[in-house]
């Protein structure tokens, strides 16, 4: 346990002592913000013609709040976390393997699950503080309008396992190779293969289709921006963030019979 | 303290190790001597627990290292040899993440760390980003690092490769001082290194242990027979005449000459010393005993002589 701490207070450190986390969180709010922003003047714009035509009126899914701007500003932050977390994850191991620190790192009195759970922390602590920080979105929001506060709740509910299992799949790529931006490529690549499976179900037979629907990334987000939490999804997630963990310690352990 | 027997490992096809085999006893420093690729790292590597052998047994402190690493890493301290260390943290506070991972108790982190700082002259360095530092003071970081839970053995990959002569010699006056305290492996392919801080010697080549002595034991032993050099102020013909004529010398060389002052190297049987008998005859005959000395084989000559033996 103690070791635990120290490695994620270690990582932590050398997150915030570069520029790499102010670098990712503030692109990652720019971005986020810019879609907010979309979204929110042309609900404002929507809402502006809906009172004088009564067309526009009479769409009433159009015109909630939760409908047209919550759901997509959830959907649009788990497009900018594809982009921004593999810049996180990538350096985790590959930095320690290229600079040789793991050399000692592993002959230390610990645990190769300590070091990775270690690792796995502190990149979420750095992701959750990144999250939290768009929070300012639904505060104005609550502001301006009057959205309904469960799917708020349960969209970051879905945000954060969707960020931490990105991060431990980042952590696995980071894992196999001592150079950041093989980690990086990789992992941004299986992340968008899993994101976009959705969408060939068109060309598959029902339970194949059914299948990709669940295995895909995304379809376990709507959900929770819908404001349900189903356990299938949480169990989806889990499974996930536990696969890649336990293929991480697979790799760290793999140097004791590799030649 | 470090037993290894009949230590095998392979990358693929290539053997890295062939049946190493032998021990350290507890206090004592040991010097692990080969040329380049030899097996040296592979060898402490193994001893770290940082991969395992893929045959033969270790044991360091009376642990297994295939069985019960994590016991015996509590119990070294390593320093590989590129010196790997973060480079984005403050000398404290790199040390105080070490010991507490190393298993120093909290509050005994900051006593420690202090202490390795002041053994490994840090004190001054303290505050300073580890990226900052020149090559020597990481060297004693990493020394530092390794020393910080105050383990029973250390194992030192070539801890003094580029450094400048001054650092060398700190250093190697550090190692020495914890003779006695500690059991040391110590890893170099600078041979006056051993000689001046090892109390043994293990020689390595291709994976294969090809002598295992005390430095002065490998120097006698090695050189077979005896040799001596003879600075003369005399006709040099009638000088070597009159060495050959003493027993027990086998040859006489004349190495240079000048204007009557030559120089001669005698080889003689071993274990006979025939200086006693040379002065005298110099003396006798008029000539100038200029110099007279003993020709002693360096490591450097052994270590050649070995590795190409083989």
Redo the contacts between chains.
């Keep these: 346990m103690?070791?635990f701490y120290?490695?994620a207070r270690?990582e932590l450190?050398?997150y915030f002592?570069?520029p790499v986390a102010y670098v990712v969180i503030t692109m990652f709010l720019v971005i986020t913000g810019y879609f907010f922003y979309n979204l929110f003047a042309s609900f404002s714009i929507l809402s502006f013609q809906a009172s004088t035509n009564p067309a526009i009126a009479n769409q009433k899914n159009l015109l909630n709040i939760t409908e047209t701007v919550v759901r997509p500003l959830f959907g649009n932050i788990s497009m900018i976390m594809l982009l921004m977390v593999p810049l996180l994850t990538m350096r985790l191991f590959s930095e320690e393997k290229k600079?040789?620190?793991?050399?000692?790192l592993?002959?230390?009195?610990?645990?190769d699950m300590e070091v990775i759970l270690g690792k796995f922390f502190a990149c979420l602590t750095v992701f959750l503080l990144m999250l939290l920080l768009t929070a300012t979105y639904p505060v104005l929001l609550f502001v301006f309008g009057e959205p309904e506060v469960g799917p708020v709740l349960t969209g970051y509910v879905g945000l954060v396992l969707m960020g931490a299992a990105f991060i431990s799949l980042g952590i696995f790529t980071s894992s196999l190779t001592e150079n950041q931006i093989i980690a990086a490529t990789l992992s941004f690549g299986i992340l968008f293969l899993f994101f976009m499976m959705g969408y060939s179900i068109s060309l598959m037979g029902p339970i194949l289709g059914n299948l990709m629907i669940y295995i895909s990334l995304i379809g376990h987000l709507e959900g929770f921006a819908k404001g349900v939490i189903d356990t299938m999804d949480i169990i989806y997630y889990a499974v996930f963030i536990t696969l890649f963990i336990f293929l991480t310690l697979r790799v760290l352990e793999s140097?004791?019979w590799r030649? | 303290m470090i037993q290894v027997e009949k230590l095998t490992k392979?990358?693929?096809n290539y053997q890295a190790l062939k049946e190493i085999t032998f021990s350290v006893e507890k206090g004592e420093i040991l010097g692990f001597l080969g040329p380049n690729g030899a097996g040296k790292t592979t060898t402490m590597?193994i001893l770290?627990?940082?991969?395992?052998a893929?045959s033969g047994k270790a044991t360091v402190a009376g642990f297994d290292v295939f069985e019960e690493p994590?016991e015996v890493?509590?119990r070294?301290g390593?320093l590989?040899e590129?010196v790997?260390?973060?480079?984005?943290?403050v000398v404290t506070?790199y040390l105080s993440?070490?010991a507490?991972?190393?298993?120093v108790a909290g509050r005994e982190v900051k006593k420690r760390v202090d202490v390795v700082m002041d053994e490994c002259g840090l004190t001054h360095m303290s505050h300073k980003l580890i990226s900052e530092l020149s090559k020597g003071y990481r060297q004693r970081v990493g020394l530092a690092?390794a020393l910080v839970n105050e383990p029973e053995v250390l194992i030192l990959d070539e801890p003094t490769a580029g450094l400048d002569p001054k650092q060398i010699i700190d250093i190697r006056k550090l190692i020495k001082g914890l003779a006695g305290k500690r059991t040391i492996i110590l890893s170099t392919h600078i041979l006056p290194e051993v000689s001046m801080t090892c109390q043994r010697v293990i020689i390595i080549n291709e994976g294969k242990v090809i002598a295992v002595d005390t430095p002065q034991n490998l120097t006698s032993n090695i050189q077979g027979a005896g040799r001596i050099a003879v600075k003369v102020d005399g006709p040099w013909q009638e000088v070597v005449k009159g060495l050959s004529g003493i027993s027990g010398i086998s040859r006489v060389d004349r190495k240079e000459g000048g204007s009557g002052i030559s120089e001669f190297i005698i080889d003689t049987a071993k274990g006979l010393d025939v200086r006693k008998d040379i002065a005298p005859l110099i003396v006798k005959n008029g000539w100038g005993l200029l110099e007279l000395k003993p020709v002693e084989m360096s490591l450097e000559d052994i270590f050649v002589k070995l590795v190409t033996k083989e």
């Design positions: 103690r070791n120290l490695i270690k450190h050398s002592s570069s600079s040789g620190t793991i050399e000692l592993l002959t230390y009195p610990v645990t140097k004791k030649g | 392979s990358y693929g590597r770290t627990c940082f991969f395992p893929t994590h890493r509590k070294i390593y590989p590129s790997p260390l973060y480079r984005d943290m506070d993440f070490v507490g991972i190393k298993g690092q």
